[in-house]
């Protein structure tokens, strides 16, 4: 779903890496521009993030992976007590 088009120059950074860069700021709460070392700038994240989003990608991942979540645990029983 985030493959390019196959036109022009070859991507600069893989597009695993702009996912997980991605996951990161979302997950850990970072400013975009604060990518670590070893993953693409900020700029780039954020970019990819914000096309993405506007292309329906991010919904269609959202709506694939509801069917993938593992089920919640049920909750403890508590109406019967053993005294």
């Given at each position: 779903?985030?493959?390019g088009?196959?036109k022009?120059?070859?991507?600069r950074?893989a597009?695993?890496?702009?996912v997980e ?6 997950r ?8 670590p070392p070893?993953?693409p700038?900020?700029?780039?994240v ?5 096309n ?6 991010w919904?269609?991942v ?7 979540a593992p089920?919640?645990?049920r909750?403890?029983d508590?109406?019967?007590s053993?005294?």
């Amino acid at each position: 779903m985030v493959q390019g088009k196959g036109k022009g120059a070859p991507p600069r950074y893989a597009r695993r890496s702009l996912v997980e860069a991605i996951f990161l700021v979302l997950r850990e709460g970072r400013p975009w521009g604060d990518t670590p070392p070893g993953y693409p700038p900020g700029k780039m994240v954020y970019w990819h993030y914000r096309n993405w989003v506007s292309r329906g990608v991010w919904a269609e991942v959202e709506r694939m992976l509801v069917g993938y979540a593992p089920p919640s645990p049920r909750p403890a029983d508590t109406s019967s007590s053993t005294s």
